[in-house]
């Protein structure tokens, strides 16, 4: 619950400088208004397009972390049984 809250705040703060982003329109039109959306939208999905390609290089290294640590030999205990009366 703790780590919903923090990722609701912080997409909060984020969502806050964003807008800032984008001048006031000085008109109440859509054409007035749009070029300033296509450039901040064009901006994140940019973003959002590198951190994925980021990503999948990192596809190899993360595989290898999970594998390296599934190949180890665990140490057997063996079963104890209790009789029940």
Same mark, same amino acid.
């Given at each position: ?31 007035? /208004? ?45 079963? /104890? ?5």
């Amino acid at each position: 619950m703790g780590s919903w809250m923090l990722v609701t705040g912080l997409a909060s703060l984020f969502a806050g400088d964003f807008s800032g982003m984008i001048p006031n329109p000085t008109g109440t039109t859509a054409i007035a /208004t749009n070029p300033g959306y296509a450039k901040l939208f064009a901006e994140l999905g940019v973003g959002s397009l590198a951190v994925g390609i980021a990503l999948v290089v990192l596809i190899p290294f993360l595989r290898k972390l999970i594998t390296d640590k599934a190949e180890k030999p665990s140490v057997e205990v063996p079963a /104890t049984v209790v009789p029940v009366a």
